[in-house]
């Protein structure tokens, strides 16, 4: 008579190599994240530390003196926040441009699939570079620079975008998890990836600011068993120690250079009325400069990651969020 549990069963039925792919495969995740400290497997990180050397090695580029501190905060802790690095003309040309680009229907991609309402509560600014061309000002000399010493390379734009968050309801926040809400870390999807957050306009802790662990903080929740970003296994006296959440809040024109795949982060809650705007710049490693031409590349300024999974073309906007 078969006295072997359903598991034992089932697991017999699983080709060894199939078995040995799975656990090699775990292996892999739990290597990363005991020499990273974060949720990327080791190949990913095998494959970045790689692609970086193979891109300084082509680069002929020359280190500026005057944009040293940057560098190396940005190493040290993760990010680097910018104050008043932005003319007041250029921040009020972008918030008026984008205030006015987000509130027609025409003019917007929703960022993600329906919530259970039936709702959509974020929206992504359909034709940027057309729409709001100042925002490739933002990118400045310095800032570059700045990045480049990270790097120790040069660097290219990957994407820009600008999007919106409004407030979510608490009963549809409980059913699923909507503005990147959760702590969590960005993949290794390509390299090097560095963003950067600018404010369109003034935000408070009411408008769902940005948070992000600084890098020796998620160190310390890593080493400490957090979990991931369904169940943290930490107390959230721990994870949201006020002492340690760097906040991205501040008047427009404020914005910040970080590493999401070494600092946990997460999107907040915004408050009932209220919206979040956000310009968001995705940056890598590169052999070449970058070209003064950048924006005009429709890869870096079109949605072609329509998106996360929606498939919804830029040229046909869904419908007006219900309110």
Not at 14 to 34: D, V
Not at 36 to 49: C, G, K, T, Y
Request: glycine residues 6%.
């Amino acid at each position: 008579m078969y006295m072997a549990s359903k598991g034992a069963r089932h697991e017999a039925e699983i080709p060894p190599w199939t078995w040995l792919r799975n656990r090699l495969w775990r292996l892999n995740f739990l290597l990363g994240r005991l020499l990273f400290a974060n949720m990327d497997p080791l190949s990913h990180h095998v494959r970045s530390i790689l692609f970086k050397l193979r891109v300084r090695a082509k680069a002929s580029w020359k280190p500026r003196g005057d944009v040293l501190f940057a560098a190396e905060e940005l190493k040290q802790d993760g990010y680097v926040l910018l104050k008043g690095a932005f003319s007041p003309g250029l921040v009020g040309h972008i918030r008026e441009k984008v205030t006015e680009a987000l509130a027609k229907t025409e003019g917007r991609l929703t960022r993600q699939h329906a919530a259970p309402d039936g709702n959509h509560y974020s929206w992504y600014l359909k034709d940027l570079a057309t729409v709001v061309p100042e925002v490739q000002e933002l990118l400045t000399d310095e800032l570059i620079a700045a990045v480049e010493h990270h790097y120790r390379s040069y660097v290219r734009v990957s994407k820009v975008k600008c999007y919106r968050n409004y407030s979510v309801p608490e009963k549809v926040y409980a059913q699923r998890e909507l503005h990147s809400n959760r702590w969590h870390f960005d993949h290794h999807r390509g390299a090097g990836l560095l963003k950067i957050f600018y404010l369109v306009n003034d935000v408070t802790d009411a408008d769902g600011p940005f948070c992000l662990q600084p890098r020796p903080r998620t160190l310390f929740l890593m080493r400490n068993k957090f979990g991931d970003r369904d169940d943290y296994r930490l107390p959230m006296s721990v994870m949201e120690d006020p002492e340690h959440v760097f906040k991205l809040t501040g008047p427009a024109g404020t914005a910040v250079v970080c590493d999401t795949t070494i600092c946990l982060h997460r999107a907040s809650k915004v408050a009932p009325g209220r919206h979040r705007d956000i310009v968001q710049f995705q940056l890598r490693p590169s052999s070449t400069p970058l070209p003064s031409n950048w924006f005009e590349d429709p890869q870096v300024t079109y949605l072609s990651d329509a998106l996360l999974g929606i498939r919804e073309h830029p040229t046909h906007p869904t419908v007006e969020r219900r309110r």
